[in-house]
Protein backbone atom coordinates (compact mmCIF):
# COMPACT_ATOMS: atom_id res chain seq x y z
CA UNK A 1 0.00 0.00 0.00
CA UNK A 2 1.52 3.51 -0.64
CA UNK A 3 2.23 6.03 2.22
CA UNK A 4 0.02 9.00 2.34
CA UNK A 5 2.62 11.23 1.03
CA UNK A 6 2.44 8.92 -2.16
CA UNK A 7 -0.50 9.38 -2.73
CA UNK A 8 -0.75 12.92 -1.56
CA UNK A 9 2.36 13.80 -4.26
CA UNK A 10 -0.31 11.15 -6.96
CA UNK A 11 -3.11 13.39 -6.32
CA UNK A 12 -0.73 16.44 -7.18
CA UNK A 13 0.51 15.07 -10.49
CA UNK A 14 -3.09 14.13 -11.38
CA UNK A 15 -4.36 17.62 -10.87
CA UNK A 16 -1.48 19.26 -12.50
CA UNK A 17 -2.29 17.32 -15.68
CA UNK A 18 -5.43 19.48 -16.04
CA UNK A 19 -4.13 22.93 -15.70
CA UNK A 20 -0.26 23.59 -16.29
CA UNK A 21 1.68 24.99 -13.81
CA UNK A 22 5.86 26.28 -13.73
CA UNK A 23 8.09 23.24 -13.51
CA UNK A 24 9.79 24.99 -10.51
CA UNK A 25 6.95 25.92 -8.55
CA UNK A 26 5.63 22.37 -9.08
CA UNK A 27 9.08 21.15 -7.74
CA UNK A 28 8.68 23.48 -4.81
CA UNK A 29 5.21 22.99 -3.70
CA UNK A 30 6.10 18.56 -3.79
CA UNK A 31 8.69 19.06 -0.94
CA UNK A 32 8.23 20.54 2.93
CA UNK A 33 10.25 23.18 3.86
CA UNK A 34 11.27 21.68 7.29
CA UNK A 35 11.03 18.85 9.07
CA UNK A 36 11.48 18.90 12.57
CA UNK A 37 11.77 15.69 14.89
CA UNK A 38 12.55 16.00 18.50
CA UNK A 39 12.49 13.34 21.21
CA UNK A 40 10.20 13.95 24.12
CA UNK A 41 11.19 12.42 27.41
CA UNK A 42 8.21 11.64 29.83
CA UNK A 43 8.53 10.75 33.60
CA UNK A 44 5.86 7.87 34.01
CA UNK A 45 3.94 7.19 36.84
CA UNK A 46 5.83 4.44 37.77
CA UNK A 47 8.81 5.93 38.17
CA UNK A 48 10.64 4.95 34.47
CA UNK A 49 11.18 7.33 31.88
CA UNK A 50 9.53 6.96 28.33
CA UNK A 51 10.84 8.63 25.39
CA UNK A 52 8.55 9.26 22.92
CA UNK A 53 9.26 10.59 19.20
CA UNK A 54 7.78 13.91 18.41
CA UNK A 55 7.53 15.43 14.95
CA UNK A 56 6.43 18.73 13.34
CA UNK A 57 6.33 19.33 9.01
CA UNK A 58 6.25 23.12 8.43
CA UNK A 59 5.50 22.37 4.62
CA UNK A 60 5.13 25.84 2.86
CA UNK A 61 4.21 29.59 4.30
CA UNK A 62 4.23 31.33 1.41
CA UNK A 63 0.15 32.35 1.93
CA UNK A 64 0.73 32.59 5.96
CA UNK A 65 2.02 31.20 9.05
CA UNK A 66 2.46 27.19 8.81
CA UNK A 67 -0.86 26.00 10.39
CA UNK A 68 -1.75 22.75 11.01
CA UNK A 69 -2.80 20.04 14.03
CA UNK A 70 -0.53 18.01 15.98
CA UNK A 71 -1.84 14.03 16.30
CA UNK A 72 -1.40 11.78 18.72
CA UNK A 73 -1.45 8.17 17.38
CA UNK A 74 0.55 4.85 17.94
CA UNK A 75 1.19 4.67 13.83
CA UNK A 76 1.81 8.18 13.27
CA UNK A 77 5.32 9.08 11.89
CA UNK A 78 7.11 11.11 10.03
CA UNK A 79 5.80 10.45 6.76
CA UNK A 80 2.01 10.38 7.67
CA UNK A 81 2.68 14.13 9.35
CA UNK A 82 4.77 15.43 5.43
CA UNK A 83 1.42 14.52 4.09
CA UNK A 84 -1.17 15.69 6.10
CA UNK A 85 1.19 19.32 6.25
CA UNK A 86 0.78 18.83 2.46
CA UNK A 87 -2.72 18.47 2.43
CA UNK A 88 -2.81 21.28 5.40
CA UNK A 89 -1.37 23.56 2.68
CA UNK A 90 -3.87 23.06 0.03
CA UNK A 91 -6.30 23.17 2.52
CA UNK A 92 -6.01 26.73 3.78
CA UNK A 93 -5.53 28.07 0.00
CA UNK A 94 -8.80 26.50 -0.84
CA UNK A 95 -10.72 28.00 2.00
CA UNK A 96 -8.41 31.36 1.28
CA UNK A 97 -7.40 31.69 4.50
CA UNK A 98 -4.23 33.74 5.49
CA UNK A 99 -2.18 30.58 6.47
CA UNK A 100 0.37 27.97 4.78
CA UNK A 101 0.55 24.40 6.06
CA UNK A 102 2.15 22.80 8.58
CA UNK A 103 1.41 19.56 10.77
CA UNK A 104 2.86 17.97 13.74
CA UNK A 105 2.27 14.54 16.33
CA UNK A 106 3.98 12.28 18.96
CA UNK A 107 4.04 8.55 18.32
CA UNK A 108 2.38 7.26 20.86
CA UNK A 109 -1.27 5.77 22.12
CA UNK A 110 -2.39 8.36 24.12
CA UNK A 111 -5.28 6.06 25.87
CA UNK A 112 -2.29 4.23 27.67
CA UNK A 113 -1.05 7.05 29.16
CA UNK A 114 -2.70 8.45 32.87
CA UNK A 115 -3.61 12.29 32.44
CA UNK A 116 -0.01 13.35 34.56
CA UNK A 117 1.76 11.80 31.35
CA UNK A 118 -0.79 13.16 29.17
CA UNK A 119 0.10 16.87 30.17
CA UNK A 120 3.87 16.19 30.77
CA UNK A 121 3.75 14.82 26.96
CA UNK A 122 2.64 17.89 25.66
CA UNK A 123 4.25 20.42 27.81
CA UNK A 124 7.63 18.71 26.09
CA UNK A 125 6.21 18.90 22.82
CA UNK A 126 6.03 22.56 22.96
CA UNK A 127 9.30 23.32 24.87
CA UNK A 128 10.97 21.62 22.68
CA UNK A 129 9.57 23.19 19.40
CA UNK A 130 9.06 26.32 21.21
CA UNK A 131 11.87 28.33 19.03
CA UNK A 132 9.72 26.59 15.97
CA UNK A 133 6.23 27.77 16.70
CA UNK A 134 5.04 31.00 17.24
CA UNK A 135 1.50 33.42 16.36
CA UNK A 136 3.67 34.52 12.72
CA UNK A 137 5.36 31.60 12.64
CA UNK A 138 3.54 28.33 12.77
CA UNK A 139 0.25 27.74 14.71
CA UNK A 140 -0.52 24.24 15.56
CA UNK A 141 -3.95 22.96 16.42
CA UNK A 142 -5.92 19.52 17.55
CA UNK A 143 -6.05 16.65 15.24
CA UNK A 144 -6.32 12.74 15.76
CA UNK A 145 -6.87 12.00 19.70
CA UNK A 146 -5.90 15.78 20.91
CA UNK A 147 -7.80 17.91 22.68
CA UNK A 148 -8.74 21.77 24.40
CA UNK A 149 -7.06 20.83 27.17
CA UNK A 150 -4.11 19.42 25.45
CA UNK A 151 -3.89 22.55 23.38
CA UNK A 152 -4.24 24.88 26.59
CA UNK A 153 -1.41 23.15 28.23
CA UNK A 154 0.97 23.45 25.23
CA UNK A 155 -0.35 27.01 25.44
CA UNK A 156 0.34 27.42 28.41
CA UNK A 157 3.83 26.16 28.44
CA UNK A 158 4.74 28.66 25.59
CA UNK A 159 3.52 31.50 27.82
CA UNK A 160 5.77 30.39 30.18
CA UNK A 161 8.19 30.14 28.02
CA UNK A 162 8.09 33.05 25.89
CA UNK A 163 6.29 35.24 27.91
CA UNK A 164 3.48 35.75 24.96
CA UNK A 165 0.54 35.42 26.71
CA UNK A 166 -2.31 36.06 24.04
CA UNK A 167 -3.05 32.59 23.29
CA UNK A 168 -2.27 33.25 19.57
CA UNK A 169 0.51 30.66 18.75
CA UNK A 170 -2.09 27.23 19.29
CA UNK A 171 -5.98 27.32 18.48
CA UNK A 172 -9.04 24.76 19.29
CA UNK A 173 -7.81 25.90 22.69
CA UNK A 174 -10.90 25.67 25.38
CA UNK A 175 -13.30 28.98 25.83
CA UNK A 176 -11.66 29.99 28.88
CA UNK A 177 -8.38 29.88 27.88
CA UNK A 178 -8.93 31.95 24.76
CA UNK A 179 -10.41 29.53 22.48
CA UNK A 180 -13.30 30.74 19.43
CA UNK A 181 -17.03 29.58 19.70
CA UNK A 182 -17.56 27.27 17.36
CA UNK A 183 -13.95 25.63 17.00
CA UNK A 184 -15.15 22.51 18.71
CA UNK A 185 -17.94 21.52 16.06
CA UNK A 186 -16.21 23.25 13.47
CA UNK A 187 -14.77 20.40 11.30
CA UNK A 188 -17.82 19.20 10.66
CA UNK A 189 -20.23 22.28 11.00
CA UNK A 190 -18.38 23.19 7.63
CA UNK A 191 -18.57 19.35 6.45
CA UNK A 192 -22.47 20.27 6.75
CA UNK A 193 -22.48 23.64 4.84
CA UNK A 194 -20.42 22.03 2.13
CA UNK A 195 -23.01 19.39 2.51
CA UNK A 196 -25.91 21.92 1.81
CA UNK A 197 -24.44 24.00 -1.07
CA UNK A 198 -24.36 21.00 -2.92
CA UNK A 199 -27.11 18.72 -1.71
CA UNK A 200 -29.16 19.48 -5.15
CA UNK A 201 -26.63 19.68 -7.39
CA UNK A 202 -25.29 16.06 -6.50
CA UNK A 203 -29.00 14.82 -6.52
CA UNK A 204 -29.09 14.02 -2.70
CA UNK A 205 -32.91 13.50 -1.26
CA UNK A 206 -34.74 15.96 1.20
CA UNK A 207 -33.54 13.02 3.76
CA UNK A 208 -30.54 11.68 3.70
CA UNK A 209 -28.73 8.54 5.23
CA UNK A 210 -25.69 9.17 6.74
CA UNK A 211 -22.96 6.87 7.53
CA UNK A 212 -19.88 7.78 9.73
CA UNK A 213 -16.91 5.97 10.30
CA UNK A 214 -15.40 7.52 13.26
CA UNK A 215 -17.17 9.18 16.52
CA UNK A 216 -14.28 10.95 17.80
CA UNK A 217 -13.29 15.18 17.29
CA UNK A 218 -15.28 15.19 13.86
CA UNK A 219 -17.45 12.32 13.57
CA UNK A 220 -19.46 12.66 17.07
CA UNK A 221 -20.54 16.42 15.84
CA UNK A 222 -21.35 15.48 12.41
CA UNK A 223 -23.62 12.74 14.23
CA UNK A 224 -25.51 15.56 15.82
CA UNK A 225 -25.24 18.59 12.85
CA UNK A 226 -26.82 15.97 10.50
CA UNK A 227 -29.39 14.24 12.36
CA UNK A 228 -30.11 17.54 13.97
CA UNK A 229 -30.99 19.02 10.39
CA UNK A 230 -33.24 15.79 10.15
CA UNK A 231 -31.44 13.16 8.23
CA UNK A 232 -30.94 9.36 9.56
CA UNK A 233 -27.55 8.24 11.41
CA UNK A 234 -27.97 4.35 9.90
CA UNK A 235 -24.42 3.47 11.41
CA UNK A 236 -21.15 4.70 12.67
CA UNK A 237 -17.84 2.93 14.51
CA UNK A 238 -14.95 3.18 16.39
CA UNK A 239 -11.85 2.15 16.70
CA UNK A 240 -13.23 -1.05 18.29
CA UNK A 241 -17.19 -1.96 16.93
CA UNK A 242 -19.66 -0.28 14.71
CA UNK A 243 -23.50 0.17 15.29
CA UNK A 244 -25.94 0.14 12.91
CA UNK A 245 -29.90 1.02 13.02
CA UNK A 246 -32.11 1.34 9.57
CA UNK A 247 -34.41 3.54 11.11
CA UNK A 248 -31.72 5.89 12.59
CA UNK A 249 -29.32 5.87 15.53
CA UNK A 250 -30.73 8.13 18.81
CA UNK A 251 -27.29 10.22 18.85
CA UNK A 252 -27.42 11.59 22.10
CA UNK A 253 -28.20 7.98 23.59
CA UNK A 254 -24.81 7.05 21.55
CA UNK A 255 -22.80 9.45 23.14
CA UNK A 256 -24.26 8.45 26.44
CA UNK A 257 -23.35 4.90 26.02
CA UNK A 258 -19.87 5.80 24.66
CA UNK A 259 -18.89 8.20 27.67
CA UNK A 260 -20.16 5.24 29.78
CA UNK A 261 -18.63 2.25 28.42
CA UNK A 262 -15.71 4.06 25.96
CA UNK A 263 -17.06 2.56 23.19
CA UNK A 264 -20.17 2.19 20.71
CA UNK A 265 -20.18 -1.27 20.84
CA UNK A 266 -22.95 -2.79 22.59
CA UNK A 267 -25.49 0.03 22.06
CA UNK A 268 -28.87 -1.18 22.92
CA UNK A 269 -30.62 1.02 19.98
CA UNK A 270 -29.13 -0.88 17.53
CA UNK A 271 -27.27 -3.76 16.43
CA UNK A 272 -23.66 -4.19 16.54
CA UNK A 273 -21.32 -5.60 13.77
CA UNK A 274 -17.79 -5.77 12.66
CA UNK A 275 -16.54 -2.29 12.13
CA UNK A 276 -14.66 -3.15 8.55
CA UNK A 277 -18.05 -3.73 7.39
CA UNK A 278 -19.31 -0.07 7.71
CA UNK A 279 -18.42 1.57 4.72
CA UNK A 280 -20.24 -1.38 2.78
CA UNK A 281 -23.30 -0.21 4.01
CA UNK A 282 -26.27 1.49 2.05
CA UNK A 283 -26.46 4.79 2.34
CA UNK A 284 -26.72 8.63 0.55
CA UNK A 285 -23.59 10.13 2.36
CA UNK A 286 -21.00 8.10 3.34
CA UNK A 287 -18.55 10.56 6.05
CA UNK A 288 -14.97 9.08 6.61
CA UNK A 289 -14.46 10.88 9.70
CA UNK A 290 -11.15 8.59 10.98
CA UNK A 291 -8.16 8.01 9.50
CA UNK A 292 -6.38 7.90 5.37
CA UNK A 293 -6.52 5.40 2.97
CA UNK A 294 -10.09 3.35 4.12
CA UNK A 295 -11.23 3.57 0.65
CA UNK A 296 -9.09 1.81 -1.68
CA UNK A 297 -8.83 -0.13 -4.92
CA UNK A 298 -9.58 -3.54 -3.44
CA UNK A 299 -12.30 -2.43 -1.01
CA UNK A 300 -13.98 0.59 -3.59
CA UNK A 301 -16.08 -1.35 -5.45
CA UNK A 302 -18.06 -2.74 -2.39
CA UNK A 303 -19.19 1.08 -1.38
CA UNK A 304 -22.49 1.23 -1.41
CA UNK A 305 -22.86 5.07 -1.20
CA UNK A 306 -24.48 8.15 -3.66
CA UNK A 307 -21.43 10.14 -2.52
CA UNK A 308 -18.55 10.23 -0.31
CA UNK A 309 -17.82 13.24 2.32
CA UNK A 310 -14.30 13.64 3.63
CA UNK A 311 -14.14 14.63 7.20
CA UNK A 312 -11.05 12.89 7.59
CA UNK A 313 -7.65 13.59 5.76
CA UNK A 314 -6.83 11.00 2.85
CA UNK A 315 -9.49 8.56 3.39
CA UNK A 316 -9.81 7.80 -0.30
CA UNK A 317 -6.78 6.63 -2.26
CA UNK A 318 -5.85 7.99 -6.06
CA UNK A 319 -7.06 4.76 -7.49
CA UNK A 320 -10.50 4.43 -5.12
CA UNK A 321 -10.81 8.00 -6.73
CA UNK A 322 -11.33 6.88 -10.24
CA UNK A 323 -13.14 3.97 -9.47
CA UNK A 324 -15.62 5.94 -8.02
CA UNK A 325 -15.65 8.33 -10.60
CA UNK A 326 -16.20 6.32 -12.80
CA UNK A 327 -19.56 4.97 -10.94
CA UNK A 328 -20.74 8.43 -10.29
CA UNK A 329 -20.17 8.73 -7.03
CA UNK A 330 -19.15 12.03 -5.71
CA UNK A 331 -16.27 12.60 -4.00
CA UNK A 332 -16.52 16.10 -1.63
CA UNK A 333 -12.68 16.22 -1.19
CA UNK A 334 -11.14 16.31 2.48
CA UNK A 335 -9.69 19.66 1.40
CA UNK A 336 -12.81 21.21 1.18
CA UNK A 337 -14.91 18.90 3.29
CA UNK A 338 -12.44 19.27 6.16
CA UNK A 339 -11.63 23.14 5.65
CA UNK A 340 -14.07 24.05 8.79
CA UNK A 341 -11.63 23.43 11.42
CA UNK A 342 -8.69 25.04 10.61
CA UNK A 343 -11.10 28.12 8.91
CA UNK A 344 -12.49 28.44 12.75
CA UNK A 345 -8.87 28.22 13.76
CA UNK A 346 -7.94 31.08 11.94
CA UNK A 347 -10.44 33.17 13.47
CA UNK A 348 -9.70 31.85 16.61
CA UNK A 349 -6.03 33.40 15.79
CA UNK A 350 -7.40 36.59 14.63
CA UNK A 351 -9.21 37.24 18.10
CA UNK A 352 -6.25 36.34 19.92
CA UNK A 353 -4.08 38.51 17.83
CA UNK A 354 -6.71 41.41 18.07
CA UNK A 355 -7.87 40.63 21.66
CA UNK A 356 -11.10 40.14 20.06
CA UNK A 357 -14.19 37.78 21.26
CA UNK A 358 -16.26 37.16 18.70
CA UNK A 359 -20.11 35.08 19.12
CA UNK A 360 -21.09 31.81 18.14
CA UNK A 361 -23.53 33.27 15.64
CA UNK A 362 -20.48 35.55 13.77
CA UNK A 363 -18.28 32.70 13.73
CA UNK A 364 -20.69 30.25 12.07
CA UNK A 365 -22.18 33.22 9.50
CA UNK A 366 -18.53 34.04 8.73
CA UNK A 367 -18.12 30.21 8.33
CA UNK A 368 -20.99 29.19 6.34
CA UNK A 369 -20.32 32.09 3.34
CA UNK A 370 -16.98 30.83 3.45
CA UNK A 371 -17.94 26.90 2.48
CA UNK A 372 -20.93 27.74 0.31
CA UNK A 373 -18.43 29.84 -1.39
CA UNK A 374 -15.82 27.70 -2.31
CA UNK A 375 -18.05 24.81 -2.68
CA UNK A 376 -19.84 26.44 -5.38
CA UNK A 377 -16.32 27.44 -6.95
CA UNK A 378 -14.97 23.75 -6.87
CA UNK A 379 -18.37 22.45 -8.09
CA UNK A 380 -18.33 24.88 -11.47
CA UNK A 381 -14.53 24.74 -12.11
CA UNK A 382 -15.17 20.32 -11.55
CA UNK A 383 -17.77 21.01 -14.56
CA UNK A 384 -15.69 23.35 -16.81
CA UNK A 385 -13.03 20.76 -16.70
CA UNK A 386 -14.90 17.76 -16.81
CA UNK A 387 -13.36 16.09 -13.87
CA UNK A 388 -14.08 15.25 -9.88
CA UNK A 389 -14.17 17.52 -7.04
CA UNK A 390 -11.00 16.30 -5.93
CA UNK A 391 -8.79 17.70 -9.04
CA UNK A 392 -10.74 20.69 -9.06
CA UNK A 393 -9.94 21.68 -5.90
CA UNK A 394 -6.60 21.04 -6.09
CA UNK A 395 -6.49 23.32 -9.09
CA UNK A 396 -8.01 25.93 -7.19
CA UNK A 397 -5.58 25.55 -4.28
CA UNK A 398 -2.46 25.61 -6.47
CA UNK A 399 -3.28 28.46 -8.59
CA UNK A 400 -3.67 30.69 -5.22
CA UNK A 401 -0.61 29.04 -4.11
CA UNK A 402 1.42 29.65 -7.03
CA UNK A 403 -0.05 33.47 -7.11
CA UNK A 404 2.17 33.70 -3.50
CA UNK A 405 4.56 32.50 -3.96
CA UNK A 406 5.56 34.44 -7.05
CA UNK A 407 4.95 37.28 -5.25
N1 LIG B 1 -6.44 19.08 12.39
C1 LIG B 1 -7.40 19.84 11.64
C2 LIG B 1 -7.21 19.59 10.17
O1 LIG B 1 -6.71 18.57 9.76
C3 LIG B 1 -7.43 21.31 12.02
C4 LIG B 1 -6.15 22.07 11.86
C5 LIG B 1 -6.17 23.46 12.45
O2 LIG B 1 -7.18 23.86 13.03
O3 LIG B 1 -5.15 24.14 12.32
O4 LIG B 1 -7.64 20.36 9.35
Redesign the pocket.
Known amino acids: MNTPFQNALSQLERATKLVSFPADFLKRIAQPNRQIRVSLPVNMDNGTLNIYEGYRVQFNNARGPY???IRFHQDTDMEEVKA?AF??TL?CAVANIP?GGG?GGVTVNPKELSETELEALSRAWMRSLVDVVGPQKD?????VNTTPEIMAWMADEYAKRTGDTTGAVI??KPLEAGGSQGRATA?AQGGFYVFEALKEKLGLPEVCKVVIQGFGNAGEHAADIWTKAGHKLVATSDSKAAIRNPEGLDVLALYEHKKATGSVAGFAGGETFERDELLYQECDVLIPAALENQIREDNVDRLRAHIVLELA?GPTTPEADDRLFARGIAVIPDILA??G??T??TFEWEQNVKHEHWSEEDVFAKLKSIMHQEAQLIFHRSQDLHTDLRRAAFVIALERLEQAMKI
Open positions: KGGLWMKMKVPAPDTGTNNAGVVS
